[in-house]
């Protein structure tokens, strides 16, 4: 919810910018597919990581002093972001898991400690995988109401089924559920696509796609805003409006 929500406003307000004359920089890229948490702020809210670059790590020394100082300075930047979220202990102990866990990756680079010999496809899943669960670990303080809330979650978790996690879709559903569920999965393929494409070449060259695969790409994705708006949950505001 989070992702979707915050990389869909930075989206539109790249694109509005850009009707406008302007260019922004991009802000997200493909974050959870990240093999450390390092490599995750690299690719999440790129422009807030390099504001704290710019004006307080460096600032600070950055990697520039000795090894033990530059660990401490990367705890005091996620320090700092999570309080610049705001003034709750949510938000420090967000930005403090965040904190422990680049100083521990920090350090295992600095002393060349490596968990795999060598690089294969399944050692890079297995990052993914480990870089997602920490992830998702930290956002339950980020978008709980109060560390009880967040305690309660842990404590409270369990496995759904396949029935918790469909029932959901299935209510009110316009088509077929295994329908829509194949519209869904599709969608999001071609999407991942074309966020492929962006960064690896600068740009998607839809013209070059033929003229019936074009269309269709254009009705599904319209059919699926239009879907989103009048089935949804209903109008709600950006979760970032409150920072």
């Known amino acids: 919810q989070i992702y979707c929500d915050f990389s869909a406003y930075s989206d539109i307000a790249i694109g509005t910018a850009r009707v406008m004359g302007f260019s922004l920089m991009q ?5 959870y597919l990240a093999r450390s948490v390092r490599e995750f702020w690299a690719r999440w809210h790129i422009s807030l990581s390099t504001w704290f670059r710019d004006y307080l790590y460096i600032p600070l020394g950055g990697n520039r002093i000795s090894k033990t100082r530059t660990l401490i300075n990367m705890f005091i930047i996620f320090l700092v972001s999570g309080l610049w979220h705001g003034a709750a202990w949510t938000f420090v102990v967000w930005g403090a898991l965040h904190g422990v866990f680049v100083v521990i990756e920090t350090f295992m680079v600095q002393r060349g400690i490596r968990l795999f010999r060598q690089e294969t496809a399944l050692t890079r899943a297995m990052q993914r995988g480990a870089t997602f669960a920490l992830v998702l670990v930290a956002w339950v303080f980020f978008r709980a ?3 009880e809330d967040a305690l309660d979650i842990f404590t409270h978790a369990h496995l759904l089924t396949n029935a918790d996690i469909l029932a959901p879709f299935a209510a009110g559903a316009l088509l077929p ?4 569920m194949v519209l869904s ?3 999001i393929g071609l999407l991942l696509w074309v966020d492929s494409q962006a960064n690896n070449t600068g740009g998607v060259r839809l013209p070059r796609v033929p003229l019936a695969l074009r269309w269709a790409t254009y009705y599904t994705m319209g ?3 239009l879907f989103s708006g009048l089935y949804g949950a209903g109008a709600q505001q950006f979760i970032y409006f409150q920072f």
Do not use: D, K, T
């Open 177 to 180: 559920l295994w329908i829509e």
């Open 145 to 147: 109401n109060s560390l």
């Open 27 to 31: 802000n997200f890229r493909q974050p």
């Open 223 to 225: 059919a699926a805003v």
């Open 185 to 187: 999965v599709g969608l």
